[in-house]
């Protein structure tokens, strides 16, 4: 069995007043106080709300501090030179950041679906070949996972799915060579959502900064799009060695401190 955390759009901004960053931290303690380990901590993107280098250097600190193995893909409110910078210490360059991960139990591919200077998502050829070469490069019956920040598919939440990811058709028809990818991981949509794409389910995080207000609740003044009152929240993955998928949601108490509630 192996045992995920997924979380996304924790929007760092180091001019919020500690807000992005206490529910950050409030998530990560939440994980770190787990009585097991973590195969990997996924965090789909949306890292540094406005990709300055001191939002990643912030970020950096409460998410690579971690226990677990904890790996991060950018978002469009992301910068890959200053991801590469900030995150990740290596060198800033332009080029898409994609990213594999082996666990005992299973492989996680995650692919850069940012475009730079645009909020909608697409994954560049470049990124398509490198998720092929990771697929044949898989021995067979061992279970993928491929991350990214954009959903491919719309959710019926039309605030974010005019800048969902395009060109997906290119992805769905990889998969469909490739029957041991178990699962899609995405946020972007700040909302805890399942749904299947390309024949395969597709989970997408919570949002850790706020949560999306979906179009059949109330607007509301300032924030008709998201609400900012609900908690931060974390899914798990569990998957088993048949590549079936489980996944739960859980809501962490961002006013504690600390979300176990020992
Ligand atoms: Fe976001
Ligand atoms: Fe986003």
Aim: aromatic fraction near 6%; proline fraction near 8%; charge should be negative.
């Amino acid at each position: 069995m192996t045992l995920i955390a997924h979380l996304s759009d924790i929007h760092i901004d180091t001019a919020d007043g500690d807000r992005s960053a206490a529910r950050t931290r409030a998530v990560m303690d939440y994980l770190e106080d787990l009585p097991v380990d973590l195969d990997a901590v996924v965090v789909t993107g949306d890292i540094a709300d406005h990709a300055r280098p001191e939002e990643y250097g912030l970020a950096r600190e409460l998410l690579l501090g971690s226990r677990h193995p904890v790996l991060v893909c950018p978002g469009n409110h992301d910068d890959r030179a200053a991801f590469r910078q900030g995150l990740l210490g290596l060198p800033g360059s332009a080029g898409p950041i994609n990213q594999v991960f082996r666990t005992s139990g299973c492989v996680i591919a995650l692919c850069d679906s940012s475009v730079p200077g645009k909020d909608e998502g697409f994954l560049e050829d470049e990124t398509l070949a490198w998720l092929e070469e990771v697929l044949a490069g898989t021995p067979a019956g061992t279970p993928v996972l491929v991350g990214f920040h954009h959903q491919p598919v719309p959710l019926h939440t039309p605030y974010v799915d005019q800048w969902r990811q395009f060109g997906e058709e290119r992805l769905a028809a990889l998969t469909r060579r490739y029957p041991d990818v178990a699962g899609f991981l995405c946020g972007h949509t700040h909302t805890a959502t399942a749904t299947v794409f390309a024949g395969r389910p597709l989970l997408v995080a919570p949002g850790v900064v706020s949560a999306l207000r979906l179009p059949w609740e109330h607007p509301a003044v300032p924030s008709p799009h998201v609400h900012l009152g609900l908690p931060p929240a974390v899914a798990f993955h569990v998957l088993d060695g048949d590549g079936r998928l489980t996944t739960h949601y859980r809501i962490v108490d961002a006013s504690s401190g600390l979300g176990s509630g020992r």
